[in-house]
């Protein structure tokens, strides 16, 4: 039986989740007898029914002695806030012959215990079929679980010399249509997209998703005073958006954006250097989005943003759209990352591709810390305070 090309049906569909199961992961699930698939299923959201019990259902008797291919490995835990039945339940209860698992789960619930109970139960498992792509599709969540800090993609679109403007200001649209859709379709597949103060009041972007389907993400916007109109476009109710401000902003600024229906939560400010003011802390703006339930960010902030948080050690992904053009001068897309050296500027594994003309390069700062497992046992989460707390909510 060809393992890879039933699991990259499962792939397919666990893709339709994302963007929705959060804070769970996108799985699927394809159930496979005398060459068959009889069943087949995906996650849609958190509480929904898992993909392996859909499957399950779907099949009915067909599934006894049949093979089920998993994209992430099966839970098989109950905790008072989890509201699903474990999905080995359901496996051994079908009489399935054989399991195979793209990637085993990091849930400190799980954690290879589900593919224990399977062997168990005496069903054969083979784990890491599809590994790589399983791992790519749920970076945010293996991120999360691990370290209960929220996944965060930096997202930048320039010209051929690392401009974002132009000398007079002009950054509308650098990157052609299509590769602006494919932006589009990143944000609906992230839980909060994220920019500073100065996009809102230079560009006034809606920060929802417009051109492809998908859900609007939370909108997030920093701003160490408040200093944002409150007939920005972020304020018009079409998703939620939450502000984050620094501690010592006045309560008249914050009630006038809480008036338009914005969150407002105070986090502690950098230490400003002798020729610049203090600004919001990345790592404390992450842990407050923790706190607000989101696993993952894409952030498109500006020029300031982008490297306060590369600075910061605060990004996992980034992703940079490259447009044929030359400014020759104008607005840098990043900042002083104070990389002295050769030693001190890392080089990326970089993927590169093409849309439309336009030069896309994609990369993981540290692959390490999104990484699944392809061995029967994946590693217990390393968090065991506020990421375990989280985790008896997911799978």
């Not at 496996?91 to 589900?114: E, K, Q, W, Y």
């Not at 991120?143 to 930048?156: A, D, Y």
């Not at 982008?306 to 996992?316: G, H, I, N, R």
């Amino acid at each position: 039986m060809n393992h890879e090309f039933y699991m990259d049906r499962a792939l397919e569909l666990a893709a339709h989740g994302l963007g929705f199961s959060s804070p769970n992961p996108a799985v699927g699930a394809v159930l496979v007898a005398d060459g068959k698939v009889v069943g087949a299923g995906y996650h849609e959201r958190a509480g929904a029914p898992h993909a392996e019990a859909v499957a399950t259902r779907e099949a009915g008797s067909a599934a006894r002695g049949a093979v089920l291919y998993c994209t992430l490995e099966p839970c098989c835990h109950r905790t008072p806030e989890k509201r699903t039945p474990p999905c080995t339940d359901a496996i051994v209860a079908a009489g399935v012959r054989l399991v195979v698992v793209a990637t085993a789960d990091p849930n400190p619930h799980v954690s290879g215990r589900g593919i224990a109970v399977l062997r168990a139960a005496g069903i054969e498992v083979i784990v890491g079929v599809r590994h790589a792509e399983a791992t790519r599709m749920n970076e945010p969540f293996f991120r999360f679980i691990r370290s209960g800090v929220p996944f965060v993609h930096l997202k930048t679109a320039q010209s051929l010399d690392g401009y974002v403007a132009t000398s007079g200001g002009e950054s509308k649209w650098i990157t052609p249509s299509a590769a602006r859709r494919e932006v589009h379709a990143l944000r609906a597949r992230y839980d909060a997209v994220l920019v500073g103060a100065g996009t809102v009041r230079a560009d006034n972007p809606a920060l929802t998703v417009r051109d492809v389907e998908g859900r609007n993400p939370v909108r997030i916007v920093l701003t160490s005073s408040c200093d944002v109109p409150a007939d920005a476009a972020v304020f018009d109710h079409a998703a939620r958006t939450i502000v984050l401000t620094g501690e010592t902003t006045p309560p008249d600024a914050i009630a006038a954006l809480e008036n338009v229906g914005a969150t407002v939560i105070a986090v502690r400010r950098t230490t400003s250097g002798a020729d610049s003011p203090a600004k919001l802390d990345p790592n404390e703006v992450l842990r407050a989005l923790a706190t607000n339930g989101l696993t993952s960010v894409l952030v498109e902030g500006g020029p300031g943003v982008a490297t306060s948080f590369l600075a910061a050690d605060a990004v996992d992904r980034v992703t940079v759209f490259i447009a044929p053009r030359l400014f020759g001068g104008g607005k840098r897309a990043f900042g002083d990352l104070g990389r002295s050296s050769l030693d001190d500027a890392p080089a990326y594994d970089a993927e590169w591709r093409s849309v439309d003309g336009c030069g896309v390069a994609t990369w993981l700062i540290d692959p390490a810390s999104v990484s699944g497992e392809s061995d029967d046992i994946a590693p217990h989460a390393a968090c065991v305070g506020e990421c375990g707390a989280v985790a008896q909510e997911v799978r």
